[in-house]
């Protein structure tokens, strides 16, 4: 009778511990998926400000070369640029992630 007892318990505390260690495994789980999003949202932060400081500079040359090159060319070339500048980033974000 306390072999069954005793083996009754030691089951109990085998379920309480494989209980633990899955709660452990998804709380791990949960943090690292926080952790993972929040450094992918910051990327993306980064890269959407790099984009904005090129469109500025951009058309900073846009105003300076205006008296220079006719306006459409220029417009052409701002359109062209910034596509270009569009694809790079997607590509380094597909890469990142």
Same mark, same amino acid.
């Given at each position: ?27 791990? =789980? ?5 952790? &993972? ?31 220079? =090159? ?22 380094? &974000?597909?890469?990142?992630?």
């Amino acid at each position: 009778m306390k072999e069954a007892s005793s083996f009754l318990l030691l089951g109990r505390w085998l379920v309480l511990v494989v209980i633990i260690f899955l709660i452990f495994i998804v709380l791990i =789980i949960i943090i690292l998926t926080i952790f &993972v999003t929040t450094i992918i949202i910051i990327i993306i932060f980064i890269i959407a400000a790099s984009f904005t400081i090129c469109l500025r500079v951009i058309i900073i040359i846009f105003f300076i070369l205006t008296p220079f =090159i006719p306006r459409e060319v220029l417009l052409s070339i701002i359109i062209i640029t910034t596509f270009i500048i569009l694809i790079v980033i997607f590509i380094i &974000v597909i890469v990142i992630i």
